[in-house]
């Protein structure tokens, strides 16, 4: 239930908010949208926050609704809702190696720069998505980016030249972990010019608390294509009689495309319980996450365009399994965290 002494006060401080903090990935718009002054913003995410101004703590999306209970709510306060995304910013927004999935996850193709000159340089109409639209020219602006918890120094630096370029830098020991990540692609470099197919990818997600931290995570589509093969051959393997045939909607996760955005976009934690395989199994499990298909499964057997932001989520593989545990009774993703939450207060 939505506080009652949420006032339209709060709510514009919290859009206020984030106009300068972003939304998450996992925060962003399904369905409909507040409008206000040309902008859009997703209505639940905008009650979280304004209960931080009326409350002093960010509200839990598990204590309340989207859609009609969230919408009303706005609505009484004289705010518009629409579901028409007709008029949207659309991401991806895509120039040169670089993609803006959304307003805080961002993906540059790993190209020689980024192996061998421990840096890479970032398209004058994308400095905004970094909060760097101020520097001028020989500034540089300090920041942190965060691989599975270990702090690497960088920085933002505006060349001191008539059309500087801006560029994100790093130190070696980033270049170490780029070595050992991807030793392939980096022997690959040291004696290549030419730029191949299928390059990997570096994944950026900023924080919304603090705009000079940067977590990171490394995409390789060698590795997603390898393990839908893995996902194909565990199908084909020969079954018992009369044994249980099932399906997550696989012929469209199995797309390359479709599980690599999906991954860009939400990386390869479980979006319910935090479970990181690599953490548990080591080079095993090394950047894996099944992707779970939103969508009912009656609407599978049709054509439809997949949107890897809203319709694939990954999920480790317990988490996936109780989601489709019933056939009749598929849980939604806010469904299974509400479960997973409940049960963890009770521990």
Partial sequence: MIPNNISKEHILKAIK???????PTKRESNKFSLVLEGKWYPPKYVITIANLFANGKELSPSLFSGGDETNG??????FTI???ESNKNEFPITSSSWTILSSTVFI???DKSSFIHHGLAIPKVFRHYFNIDSLKRGEHKTIVLIHKGIMYDARFE???IDSPRTRLFWKSDLVGLIRSELPDWFSYYKDNTAKPQNLPQLRFERNIERDNVISIEFVNPTEISLDIDGEIGEEQE???EGSLKYYYGKRYERKPENRKRAIELHGYVCAVCGFNFEEVYG???KRFIEIHHTKPLSTLNKEQIIDPLTDLIPVCSNCHRMIHRRKDDILSIEEIKRTFDEYKLDL
Avoid: C, F, H, S
């Avoid at 908010?17 to 939304?23: A, E, L, N």
């Avoid at 709510?73 to 004289?78: E, F, T, V």
């Fill in 73 to 78: 709510y706005l609505d009484k306060q004289g």
């Fill in 17 to 23: 908010w984030i106009d300068t903090k972003g939304v």
């Fill in 283 to 285: 080079i095993r499990g």
């Fill in 238 to 240: 020969p079954k018992a």
């Fill in 158 to 160: 505006m060349d001191n």
């Fill in 108 to 110: 540059k193709e790993m």
């Fill in 82 to 84: 629409t579901n028409d």
